[in-house]
């Protein structure tokens, strides 16, 4: 019967009308389910009653079951591993291989930051590269890729012909793999490449750059792939805002420019605070692009200055492992400051 | 005629009256005729800004593909092209003997199978443990479950490394198995993806879920003949946001693996060096064509299931 009811209800129209499955009912003050057993009423026991509560209580023991697995590997792989490197990242020399160290102590932290000297030598790519560059993408990159989408999506959902048509094109740069296209950029940014041939300039912006001229692709890169999944949030969006505030703002007369600050982008708050957020991370994140672009931390062999934060991480994963973990409690904190500080800001900007 | 009479008023009839509203001059049929030419011309405006940006979006897709399909002087010299001279499409066969792209694929494929498998199984039993079973600390559970996925992933990748490689699925000894258990392992589980499941199965009403105790139908059988069907669009998401997710990984499969041949399709085609045997540079012709093997598989997909992924990524928002 339950399977019946089941499939009755599979058309997704039917998903969400309220139809009582179960005609005989569930009776909620005394919390019993009745149920017809019998099709002959005039039969003695007709009717079955069943209390919920005896239902419920009895799985008790078996939903620790059904959860098991998925809660046995967010264990070991996601919760152990994040007590644990917040403990390698106090640890005095230590070693993966073996687990052994010598104390806890702040020195990694110290190390990284450019503050205290290991062996006598100061560490300097964490300060003079990775933290100026993932900074440089983050505010580079998140505005100018959310701007660009908010106008894309307000064109977009204007138009009428064509609509999805485009919106499948500008989705297509999501669809993709990052190191491919990233190696794409570094044949179109080539110095034989087509945007110096376009642009009847002689650039260097990927084998050998500065780091300021390898930092123009790359950003370029980010806010291209960047765009696809903003464009997606903001029209779906867009599609939500009741059609009457434009009508109102119509008879008003008010201008097309007025109508977007003034209607569109308040009620979209929302998804602009959710996309500033998730990108902001993301941007904090900034690995693969570089990988793609550059084939490695710099835009030559021996180079790092296009080291990210997260690109340090890796490097020294296996080398200098309490390094990797110090840089990697540095990034959850910055990104912890930044996603309070935003959904703080937000309390008196958005509008729910 | 029969009409009344006020006042002085004369007696006019109604075709005689024209009604004539002015603002600034300029009357009704002028005001709606200039909103009509104005709304015209901003459509077309908009159109042409907006292909305009679709074309500057999808040109590196042409240029990879013009690109895979010329010879190598031709991508170097000083007067670009856009369209190829000579239409190399042994740049192709090429590559698919110089970059193993068939075990990559291979690679690939395995861990990206069992790792999707993996994935739907424990989502699929912890999203109906968290939706319809009560049990004492489930929500405490949850709460855990959501704040992990609030922590960048690389505070986990430092000690899952240190795991994996204390399983001793890592280094020089290293066996395929090994490499794809290193590969796989770590991945059966999303956070993500069991919180988008469960929502999904908050939505079957829980008259359902009685009914089927009532008829003394067991959980584990509700939960495959009912629940699974009906949230059948958001596996399928899943599964191949899952997919994408393990086609496009590169960093872990490169610090977890020895060596290229272990390696996934990402990791192959950047660590592929594409050298032209004769001049000894990079052959952008062939890099070029790697490319585009490595993003046609994924086009496809999104041709297939444009709906589920669009859908998908619209309600996740994180790439694999």
Known sequence: MAENAAKSLAAPNDFFVER???????????????RLVSPNKKKAKAYQVTNIEDVASKNNWKAWLYLAPALIMVIIFLVYPLINTIFISFMNDYDYTTGAFHGFTLSNFGVILHLTPYNGVYEEFFTRYAIPNTFIIVFLTVPLSTLIALLISVGLNSIKWFQKFLQTVFFLPYVTNAIAVGMVFSVLFDQNG??????????????????????????????????????????????????????????????????????TVPLMSPQILYIIITSFIGAFKEYTAVVGLFNGPGTMPGDYSMETIVYY????????????????????????IFTLLQLWISKKRVHY | MNTKHYGNFPKVQSKDLTLSINESGRTVETIRRQEKVGHIVSTVLMYVVICALALLVI???????????????????????????????TNYVYVLQAFKFMTYLRNTVVVAFFSTAGTLITTILAAFAFSRLEFKGRDAVFAVFLMTMMIPGEMMVISNYITVASFGWIGTEQTLNQAYLAMIVPFVVSVFYIYLLRQNFKQVPNELYLAAKVDGKS????????????????????AILKFMGTWNSYVWPNLVTKGNDYRLISNGLRGSAFVDAETGRVNYGYQMAGTVLVTVPLFLLFVLFRKYIMHGVGRAGIKG
């Open chain 1, 20 to 34: 009582p499955a179960y005609q005989e009912g569930y009776d909620e003050k005394s919390n019993t389910v009745i």
């Open chain 1, 194 to 263: 087509i945007i110096n041939y376009l642009f009847h300039t002689d650039a260097v912006w990927i084998y050998g750059a500065t780091r300021w001229m390898g930092m123009i692709p790359l950003c370029i890169y980010i806010v291209w792939s960047s765009l696809p999944f903003k464009i997606l949030i903001f029209l779906s969006g867009l599609q939500g805002i009741d059609k009457q505030y434009y009508e109102a703002a119509r008879i008003d007369a008010a201008s097309h420019w007025k109508v977007l600050w003034r209607i």
């Open chain 1, 313 to 336: 991480i890796y490097i020294n994963l296996s080398t200098h492992t309490a390094w990797a973990a110090a840089a990697a409690v540095f990034l959850f904190v910055i990104i912890l």
């Open chain 2, 59 to 89: 040109f590196p897709f042409y240029w990879m593909i013009i690109t895979s399909l010329k010879t190598n002087e031709e991508v170097i010299q000083t007067n670009q092209t856009f369209f190829p001279s000579i239409v190399m499409w």
């Open chain 2, 219 to 238: 959980d584990w059988s509700f939960l495959w003949k009912v629940m699974v069907p009906l949230a059948a669009p958001t596996l399928i998401s899943i």
